[in-house]
Nanobody, 122 residues
Framework: QVQLVESGGGLVQAGGSMRLSCVAS????????MGWFCQAPGKEREFVAA???????GYADSVKGRFTISRDNAKNTVFLQMNSLRPECTSVYYC????????????????WGKGTLVTVSS
């Protein structure tokens, strides 16, 4: 079992920055692909970014150049640095772990965190 706990959400003005963290406990963190998904009110959960166990990264087109995902295996933590935030980024952000390739569809993800709310005011 892997437990994922997100933190760092809150209220930020449009154009501002925020960093989310996700601490994992349980099995070997470095073996997992890690990622972030978001879900806005009334919408389906969407892929934001992922980082493979190797360190390779991938992003949704809507966040490329603004968001950066990184991981610290020594601290069992994955980060999402969000810059130039827009009101449409207002969502609950979920941390995810996949033992194997993390699909942007969310299919096959083994573990989810409970989410942290990010609100971007205009």
């Amino acid at each position: 079992q892997v437990q994922l706990v997100e933190s760092g959400g809150g209220l930020v003005q449009a154009g501002g920055s925020m960093r989310l963290s996700c601490v994992a406990s349980g099995r070997t963190f470095s073996d997992y692909d890690m990622g972030w998904f978001c879900q806005a009110p009334g919408k389906e959960r969407e892929f934001v970014a992922a980082i493979r166990w190797s360190g390779a990264t991938g992003y949704a087109d809507s966040v490329k150049g603004r968001f950066t995902i990184s991981r610290d295996n020594a601290k069992n933590t994955v980060f999402l640095q969000m810059n130039s935030l827009r009101p449409e980024c207002t969502s609950v952000y979920y941390c995810a772990a996949s033992y194997g390739f993390m699909s942007s569809s969310g299919y096959g993800i083994n573990y989810w965190g409970k989410g942290t709310l990010v609100t971007v005011s205009s």
